[in-house]
């Protein structure tokens, strides 16, 4: 079945320092895939996105490009800030008709420090 | 309402006891998802209802989990004879149409503590 990996945290930065946060895929078919972010005492909400190969997603200065020949989604930015300190989970949706049925990776807690 | 409205945001109960958790969608939005997420774990999927349509519930883990959908809008998820292993976090979605790349809102959701 359909599966994410992410790399495992917590991860603690400084501030302005470069993150990535790797996550690669199993999935048959062409997937979507998603970051979605939950900020202490917050619920999930969806960072950005990418609905094919090679599409590029942004938001708030993080991007993650959709690598189908290595099956990846790796969440990247150049300047972090202590408000980025969060849980970040990446996503796969499967197309089809089973696009309900997300399936998450672990999640990874990032940790900013002045 | 403004988000996804979930009731309540924690309950503890006994072991063996029923629980009922609330979920209110955003006004509008055809599709419902409940997740769970447990200390340490992802996000694991439970059931996903659109429109009409019989709610995929290929995620439920035991046939003491149900949900239902009534009118649409409010959803039910009902935990019979609770184990300590249900202790999560259960988390509701909801999105517009339910469609491939669209948007899912979560809400906060209920903290369930089974002693």
């Known amino acids: 079945g359909d599966s994410v990996t992410q790399m495992e945290g917590p991860v603690t930065l400084s501030e302005e320092a470069f993150l990535t946060i790797n996550c690669t895929y199993t999935?048959?078919?062409?997937?979507?895939l998603f970051w979605y972010v939950q900020y202490p005492g917050e619920g999930l909400q969806l960072l950005l996105k990418?609905?094919?190969?090679?599409d590029k997603g942004s938001n708030k200065g993080f991007e993650a490009t959709y690598r189908k020949e290595t099956t990846s989604f790796h969440l990247e930015k150049g300047s972090v800030q202590v408000s980025d300190s969060a849980v970040y989970f990446c996503?796969?949706?499967?197309?089809?008709?089973?696009?309900?049925?997300?399936?998450f990776g672990q999640g990874t807690i990032l940790t900013v420090h002045p | 309402g403004a988000g996804v409205s979930q009731s309540p945001s924690n309950k503890v109960t006994e072991k063996g006891k029923d629980v009922e958790l609330r979920c209110d969608p955003i006004s509008g939005h055809t599709a419902l998802y409940w997740y769970r997420q447990s200390l340490g774990q992802g996000l694991e999927f439970l059931i996903y209802?659109?429109?009409?349509?019989?709610?995929?519930k290929s995620g439920l883990p035991s046939d003491r989990f149900s949900a239902e959908r009534t009118g649409g809008s409010v959803s039910t998820l009902t935990i019979q004879r609770t184990q300590q292993e249900d202790s999560a976090v259960y988390l509701c979605a909801s999105s517009l149409q339910g469609t491939t790349g669209e948007k899912l809102f979560f809400g906060s959701g209920t903290q369930l503590s089974v002693l």
């Open positions: 990418a609905t094919k190969a090679d």
């Open positions: 996503a796969l949706q499967p197309g089809g008709t089973s696009y309900g049925k997300l399936t």
């Open positions: 209802f659109q429109g009409n349509s019989a709610p995929d």
């Open positions: 999935a048959t078919g062409y997937p979507s």
